[in-house]
């Protein structure tokens, strides 16, 4: 049987410097309860873990996002789609120019699954029970408009659940399917941060206690090339 889901914000975070203990922050300013998700954008994490880069005004933007790509496939105009050594396949390496200091740039944890453990680390000691993390990004998908939020790192979840073997309404046994939780979540928690309100963490309260357990992005979202039909 279905359940309600609630998709909390959380308010009182404030401006992150690199340095700052997010556990710490996210502690004081939400009520957290066993089970819950916890949703953290990438551009807080970058500025706590100090991913901040000056852009030089010689070489200009490009030259940082080939920087940051282990792979370019598409150029058009400022636009560079590649891939990074996360194994992702995104608009200028994700490197981020929005929310921070002009002449700057944010760039990608350097692992956003450790940075995600690390915190649900930090809040299980602070808190004495355990609470799921993801790092979310924003990304545009190929053949869409618009861009949604996904997971670019996770902690406590597993980030796909298996349905194949099991049936559908009607009885039939499903094939092929495996449902990106991990993305879905990422995506509810960002209907309720936005793009310019200033809430960089949200809560995802309510969801299956069977999908939380172990996983990553890297070992279980990202596609391997022998795996990809466009590559």
């Known amino acids: 049987m279905s359940r309600p889901i609630e998709v909390l914000p959380v308010h009182g975070i404030g401006e992150i410097q690199p340095g700052d203990d997010l556990a710490e922050l996210i502690s004081k300013a939400a009520d957290l309860r066993d089970g819950d998700v916890v949703v953290v954008t990438q551009k807080v994490v970058s500025k706590a873990e100090n991913r901040l880069v000056d852009i030089d005004p010689e070489i200009g933007h490009k030259a940082l996002v080939e920087r940051e790509s282990v792979r370019v496939l598409r150029r ?111 995506s509810a928690a960002e209907l309720v941060m936005g793009k310019a309100e200033g809430i960089p963490v949200a809560v995802v309260r309510g969801l299956d206690a069977s999908w939380l357990g172990c996983g990553s992005i890297g070992d279980d979202v990202v596609r391997k090339p022998a795996d990809d039909l466009f590559r």
């Open 76 to 186: 058009r105009g400022d636009l560079i789609i590649s891939e990074t050594e996360h194994g992702f396949v995104c608009a200028n390496a994700g490197i981020d120019l929005s929310n921070v200091e002009e002449g700057r740039a944010a760039l990608l944890p350097l692992n956003s699954d450790r940075s995600a453990r690390r915190i649900r680390d930090s809040l299980k000691h602070r808190l004495g029970f355990a609470v799921a993390v993801i790092v979310s990004d924003t990304f545009g998908r190929p053949w869409r408009r618009g861009v949604t939020d996904v997971a670019i790192g996770c902690a406590g979840l597993r980030p796909v659940v298996d349905l194949r073997g099991t049936t559908d309404a009607l009885g039939r046994e499903l094939q092929v399917t495996e449902v990106a939780i991990v993305d879905e979540i990422a």
